[in-house]
């Protein structure tokens, strides 16, 4: 799970609203990029900045993605994504983009949030659903061969 | 298990890749590509070696694949080293 709340440099020259492929781009962030780079880092026992000077972790492709409302400039995206594959630095993951009603208090909410409600995609009732990714891949690449 | 064998398997394996067309899996020899000549996804490349894992009993390490590129011989390489590692 992440949250990232759309800031100006977000939305800047497309008139306040955080669109489909910025969200795609946090979502494999959040996802296949730290998600990578944080078992790299465990597997080789090295920190993050260490890993970065050998190696870029990038997102690739995506199998599908459904768009269903937006986010604007100031609304926070809260980001349910799960691993549906991981081999050989390549990670693909699935899930959907949510937005909470303005004032809703999301670090009270996650601070009793169970395995078992992130595995069967219960969230609460002021949440909405914004987007579905599906099969987004993304691969931890070496420096020298991009 | 020779070069050759080795090089059966993984033709087998790309028969089964609903990605790769078969007809191009006639005349795979050593010199083959598997990107540039068989237009298997760089994604899927990554099923095919993980599958090839399977099929020969071996393991390999992520370092490993970082470097092996995408031909066909490397791969031949690869399933050798693993072989001699066991």
């Known amino acids: ?146 | 298990m020779t070069r050759e064998e080795i090089l059966k398997g993984l033709i087998e394996i790309l028969e089964n890749t609903p990605q790769v067309d078969s007809s191009k899996l006639k005349n795979v020899t050593e010199k083959t590509d598997f990107i540039t000549d068989l237009e298997v996804p760089s994604t899927e490349l990554i099923n095919v070696i993980a599958k090839a894992e399977s099929k020969f009993d071996v393991e390999f390490d992520d370092d490993d694949i970082d470097d092996l590129g995408s031909s066909v011989s490397g791969t031949i390489d690869l399933i050798e080293a693993a072989f001699k590692n066991q």
């Open chain 1, 1 to 146: 799970m992440a949250i990232y709340t759309a800031r100006e440099k977000d939305t800047h020259d497309h008139f306040g609203v955080f669109r489909g492929v910025d969200q795609i781009e946090a979502f494999g962030q959040a996802s296949v990029v730290a998600g990578n780079a944080f078992i790299s880092c465990v597997k080789k026992g090295i920190s993050f900045s260490e890993l970065y000077e050998n190696y870029n972790f990038v997102f690739l492709t995506m199998g599908s993605a459904i768009c269903k409302s937006f986010i604007k400039l100031g609304d926070t995206a809260i980001i349910h994504a799960h691993f549906d594959d991981y081999k050989f630095r390549q990670m693909i993951s699935s899930g959907k983009v949510y937005k909470a009603s303005k004032g809703f208090d999301l670090e009270k909410y996650y601070q009793d949030y169970t395995e078992e409600q992130f595995k069967n995609n219960i969230v609460p009732a002021e949440y909405m659903e914004v987007s579905e990714f599906n099969g987004l891949t993304g691969r931890g690449i070496k420096n020298n061969l991009i």
